[in-house]
């Protein structure tokens, strides 16, 4: 059986930036693996361990940096990596899950895993779309938000808990080869070992360019694209009050007549 | 200073882990005395407690830079817990150095993973910085070697199972052995009440006619203190990085303060003392962390040089340490004299670094000799 993570590196701000054109100043960015791709590495990593023959390949769209970040993924039981990238990607700057999905679907034409297993969202742009964009691509059943996971490889049958708006779990069987996004909280992350690191060293991290992956530049003319970067003012402060709620509502009280939301 | 893509990788472990788990049980641990066990299982889980373990008995047998980054990381997590992990590595080292076939088959593999736990006793109540001067006595009688004396100081006291031991089998030899903790005669005794530290058990050991195998010697008689002082060339290291890893820790504490704390109408890293006190701050941390990874890495290819380069990333790293928690604390003002803010605790604990493993004076004779009588 073969899973395939799609990881993605993304930068967080420091809490004070400048903006430098269309993005954050990069001295006030830190990279680091994006917080969801972390629950599916080690959920992955989990089924290879519970499981035989299991081979977990992650799978990036990134510039040469993120290899740091990808290695990580291999110290922590990743069998192997890819890494997709050529000059092109530089260039067009934005890419939108249908484009990104596009490239994510090369990979999987070349892979032929039987699940693929994706971050619900990313933090840094937060589309929270590719990984069911990717499924829709190449016609995989999906199931989106997943917060449990109960593989029965033999059967070829994912069952699921999917966390659903205003608290509601939904119970699926999903047949594979799927598309899973996968929820934060639904194992917990384990650290690298220091063997890990070291065996990471010498696994495999391939660089696929466009061309390997039989795609073209015009491939990735993303319909959307970034037209201006800019911190909102903020529009008010906010007032805690700490106490108990006999304290605090008599506190909340003379608040709202002080500023006029309630009379008298 | 670059570090190799491995390097690189295990600091930005273990310095995730230091600030994820260790950071967060620091201030308990210090409060209550208490060492903090599963932060200790974990380190072992992630292979920290087998770092001078040789690979074919299960360790990780780390470089010295390594070990020196991780020693770093584990001190800006907390000292407590970086000193335990020092002499439990100083233990093995000096099994997997002078061992035999059969002691290292015994202890290391299991010491690789975390436990047994070491420690390392050298010290006495009556020799410190000049261990010669040891009063614990080893006497062969056929077989078996009989051990009488005491131990002080020793760090990991009541929580390790297997003790390297220094005694005397000579009126000018000393010899080391390996103890297992449950050999009968072998007593600890009360914990010591710190300044700093709190969270690391230091306790004396107690030999009254303590009978152990002539197969657990390790080094040649006469020749365990020349051995101790090779290995604790590697220990003054350690020391040295966890000293800069403390005080890291402390000007981050300060750095994030002093932007937030506002007086006379603004932030106070406006004052321009204040950012110049920062910036010293900043300068002898750096310092110490300079001249440890010149250490560690005179080390690797070991020379003459070796010990003076030690004891001089020691000497700066540690004092430097206690200046750079003491003015971590002084920008805190009032608040960093409560227990509200961890800075006081930092401070509690750098004053240890210019005192164990050779104190700064004993540093300064090492160097001097360097400087003055060789090369
Ligand atoms: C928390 C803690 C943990 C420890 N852990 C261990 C451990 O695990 N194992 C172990 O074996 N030991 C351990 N020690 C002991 C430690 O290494 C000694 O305390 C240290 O070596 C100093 O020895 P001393 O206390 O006898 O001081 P002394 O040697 O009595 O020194 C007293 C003062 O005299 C100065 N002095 C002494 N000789 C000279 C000289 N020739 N020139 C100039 N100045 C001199 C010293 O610098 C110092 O200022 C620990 C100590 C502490 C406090």
Redesign the interface.
């Known amino acids: 059986m073969k899973i395939l993570v799609t990881v993605k590196e993304v930068a967080e701000a420091e809490d004070d930036f400048d903006i430098d054109g269309l993005d954050i100043d990069e001295r006030y960015l830190e990279f680091d693996l994006n917080e969801w791709d972390e629950y599916a590495i080690e959920e992955a990593v989990q089924i290879k361990e519970d499981g035989d023959d299991v081979e977990v390949v992650s799978v990036t769209i990134g510039p040469e940096r993120a290899e740091?970040t990808i290695?990580?993924g291999l110290?922590k039981g990743v069998d192997r990596a890819i890494r997709v990238w050529d000059d092109a990607f530089a260039d067009v700057g934005m890419l939108d899950p249908k484009t990104k999905a596009d490239v994510l679907s090369a990979v999987v034409e070349d892979e032929q895993p039987d699940l693929v297993l994706t971050g619900v969202q990313a933090g840094d742009d937060s589309f929270g779309a590719t990984g069911v964009t990717l499924a829709e691509t190449i016609d995989f059943e999906w199931g989106a938000v997943v917060n449990a996971l109960d593989l029965d490889a033999g059967a070829g049958v994912a069952s699921v808990h999917r966390e659903l708006e205003g608290g509601i779990e939904e119970l699926t069987d999903i047949e594979l080869p799927a598309v899973l996004t996968i929820q934060t909280g639904i194992n917990e992350p384990r650290?690298?070992?220091?063997?890990g690191?070291?065996q990471?060293?010498s696994k495999p991290l391939d660089l696929h360019e466009l061309d390997d992956l039989g795609l073209e530049e015009s491939d990735l003319e993303s319909p959307l694209s970034r037209t201006a970067m800019y911190e909102p003012e903020s529009e008010g402060d906010a007032t805690v009050f700490e106490g108990s709620a006999e304290e605090t509502a008599t506190e909340l009280a003379s608040l709202l007549r002080d500023v006029g939301v309630v009379e008298g | 200073m670059q570090l190799t893509?491995?390097q690189?990788?295990?600091q930005?472990?273990v310095h995730?882990?230091a600030l994820e788990e260790i950071q967060p049980v620091a201030s308990e641990a210090d409060a209550t005395e208490q060492f903090p066990e599963a932060i200790w299982d974990?380190l072992g889980?992630?292979?920290?407690l087998g770092?001078t373990v040789p690979e074919e008995y299960g360790g990780?047998d780390?470089d010295p830079v390594t070990y020196s980054i991780v020693n770093e990381e584990l001190a800006y997590g907390t000292l407590a817990v970086a000193t335990a992990v020092s002499v439990h590595c100083l233990a093995t080292s000096c099994i997997a150095s002078f061992g035999s076939e059969e002691q290292k088959e015994r202890w290391l593999p299991e010491m690789a993973g975390g436990r047994p736990v070491g420690a390392f006793a050298l010290s006495e109540t009556g020799a410190g910085s000049n261990p010669a001067e040891m009063a614990t006595t080893a006497e062969r009688e056929g077989d078996r070697y009989v051990i009488n004396g005491d131990k002080q100081w020793i760090t990991n006291g009541e929580r390790s199972d297997v003790v390297v031991l220094f005694a005397k089998t000579g009126p000018e030899e000393i010899t080391q052995f390996v103890i297992p903790k449950e050999t009968p005669g072998l007593s600890v005794g009360p914990p010591e009440t710190k300044l700093g530290l709190r969270a690391s058990d230091t306790t004396p050991l107690s030999f009254d006619d303590v009978e152990i195998p002539v197969e657990n010697r390790l080094t040649p008689e006469g020749e365990g203190l020349r051995a101790a002082l090779s290995i604790l060339t590697g220990g003054r290291i350690a020391i040295a990085s966890q000293s800069v890893g403390l005080a890291q820790s402390a000007l981050d504490a300060a750095k994030s303060y002093v932007s937030e704390r506002e007086q006379f109408g603004g932030p106070i890293a406006d004052i321009q003392s204040v950012r110049h006190t920062i910036a010293r701050m900043h300068a002898k941390t750096e310092a110490g962390r300079r001249l440890t990874r010149h250490a560690a890495r005179t080390r690797r290819d070991p020379s003459a040089d070796t010990p003076t380069a030690a004891s001089t990333a020691k000497y700066v790293a540690s004092e430097n340490a206690m200046d750079v928690t003491n003015d971590a604390l002084q920008l805190h003002g009032g608040y960093g004299y409560t227990t509200e803010f961890d800075v006081e605790r930092l401070y509690r604990d750098a004053r240890i670094t210019t005192i164990y493993e050779g104190t700064s004076q004993i540093q300064q004779t090492v160097i001097a000799r360097g400087v003055l009588d060789e090369g």
């Open positions: 740091e290695r990580m110290a650290y690298a070992s220091l063997r690191i070291r990471a060293q | 893509d491995e690189a990788a295990i930005d472990l995730e882990f974990a889980e992630l292979d920290l770092m990780f780390t």
